[in-house]
């Protein structure tokens, strides 16, 4: 399926805004404070470089995944290498969205409900939504999109009577270069997913237009991402505004309307819930495409499953220990990985450009 540079601006949409727009506000609100809005913007620009990098190596085989060419840049074995790296990456990063929706929805609607059960029965979505492919993925990020879109203007003006201006002068006079430092590679490794174009790139048709679509795509988000703070910090302060695991939501349980936006709770779960679906079993398609090109074999369905397993596997044992995937999930050295992944396509970038600038001088 060729995807066109509108459809690819919605999936990415759906694709970052799943994590960012839920789990990132409060994590930097109990790190940066007033001084968020520096991180926010900073480290979604600091994202930009690695789409750079990720179009420079797209474009370098356009008619090919980069599974499969990769190998003529920094040789067979790195390569595996670098495959390997981003399969256990995609099934860790899909245990934490299963692990996530598990506390979610045990501790506010499935109260007793054993972990395992909702692991499984997310799991199952997962592993059919991934089993589809990219097509499919993509038809469900347009449907959300428009949901998305709409939804978000009316929270900003549902929550915007509730916000306290008179705390705006403290966003200027509050500045730490160090967290904003620090807070500001958080944000690139949550706007920093960039290196999953690369499996995708024979479906689309990478030029100009495309790459504003992308950019443009980023930046609706970080801005999405950047009010809601500013809302959260205006509605509920810094010291409680941290302690929220999901600001939205409760803007609008603390509403004061009575009537249907002040009772738009189960329309966010919603959302939130299929864009999780997207982005995970997303990741589980990337991942059988690393197995594939792991193993040299065409086949990616059969994978499907056992690489779903490990991720519900990895969930359940975080969830005999709550607290060590706390510890897990807001660690920084847990970024660093994170980036250290997401920085594959400027290592293949780098090489690229020195080994076809040396063949060219020959």
């Known amino acids: 399926m060729r995807t066109t540079k509108w459809q690819l601006f919605r999936f990415i949409t759906i694709f970052f805004s799943s994590q960012t727009t839920i789990f990132l506000i409060p994590a930097i609100i109990a790190t940066s404070s007033y001084q968020g809005w520096i991180a926010l913007i900073v480290g979604s620009l600091l994202g930009l470089i690695l789409l750079w990098f990720t179009i420079y190596v797209g474009k370098l085989r356009p008619n090919q995944a980069w599974v499969h060419f990769g190998k003529e840049i920094i040789g067979k074995w790195p390569h595996k290498f670098m495959i390997l790296l981003l399969l256990c990456w995609c099934v860790y990063y899909v245990s934490f969205d299963i692990e996530n929706f598990v506390l979610f929805f045990g501790s506010n609607y499935l109260r007793g409900t ?5 692991q499984c029965v997310v799991g199952l979505v997962i592993m059919y939504t991934a089993s589809l492919g990219f097509a499919t993925i993509t ?3 347009d449907g959300l999109f428009i949901i998305f879109f709409i939804t978000v203007i009316i929270l900003f003006n549902l929550f915007l009577p509730n916000a306290d201006f008179n ?22 490794s949550w706007f920093g997913e960039w290196i999953v174009l690369l499996f995708i790139a024979p479906d689309l048709k990478i030029e100009a237009k495309m790459i504003k679509r992308l950019v443009f795509a980023q930046f ?15 509605s509920f302060g810094p010291h409680l505004g941290q302690q929220l695991q999901y600001p939205f939501l409760e803007m609008v349980r603390s509403s004061k309307e009575d009537n249907l936006l002040g009772n738009t709770d189960p329309l966010l779960i919603g959302i939130w819930s299929s864009s999780m679906f997207i982005h995970s079993a997303f990741l589980i398609y990337i991942a059988s495409k690393c197995v594939a090109g792991l193993f040299n074999t065409n086949s990616k369905k059969i ?60």
């Open 114 to 118: 054993p972990p395992l059960f909702i």
């Open 139 to 141: 038809y469900m990020a």
């Open 167 to 188: 705390m705006v002068p403290a966003f200027f006079h509050y500045h730490d270069p160090g967290i904003a430092l620090k807070d500001s590679i958080v944000v690139m």
């Open 220 to 234: 609706y988000v970080s801005i999405t991402v950047l009010i809601g703070w500013l809302l959260t910090m205006m």
């Open 303 to 362: 994978y499907v499953p056992l690489l779903t397993l490990a991720s519900v596997t990895i969930a359940y044992l975080y969830s005999r220990d709550v607290g060590r995937y706390y510890e897990h999930y807001k660690s920084f050295a847990i970024v660093i990985i994170w980036l250290i992944v997401e920085s594959i396509p400027i290592y293949y970038g780098i090489v690229a450009f020195f080994r076809y600038r040396h063949k060219t001088a020959k």
